[in-house]
């Protein structure tokens, strides 16, 4: 596929979500968020804010957040849910 000023560009397509059914039991997402253009703007403070409204949401949505990091351009999480 080529683009704009004729580079080639590849198109990768995302696969379907995996999805658990309820007798099964128990789902683990693993959840990214990132920063736009990848800056670096989350400091100290936003990250202190940021791991308080991780657990809020977690509490409010009925999510376990099993692990997570914070650092200063994005922020990945496994977090888990039953079915």
Not at 29 to 48: A, P, S
Request: proline letters at 1%; a positive charge; glycine letters at 8%.
């Amino acid at each position: 596929m080529t683009g704009i000023f004729g580079i080639q560009q590849v198109a990768w397509m995302r696969r379907a979500r995996i999805k658990v059914a309820a007798a099964d039991g128990e789902a683990v997402y693993h959840c990214i968020t990132r920063t736009v253009n990848g800056e670096y703007l989350i400091d100290d403070v936003g990250k202190e804010v940021l791991r308080k409204q991780l657990w809020q949401v977690a509490d409010y949505c009925g999510v376990e957040v099993l692990t997570y990091a914070l650092l200063t351009n994005h922020f990945p999480s496994f977090c888990g849910c039953r079915t």
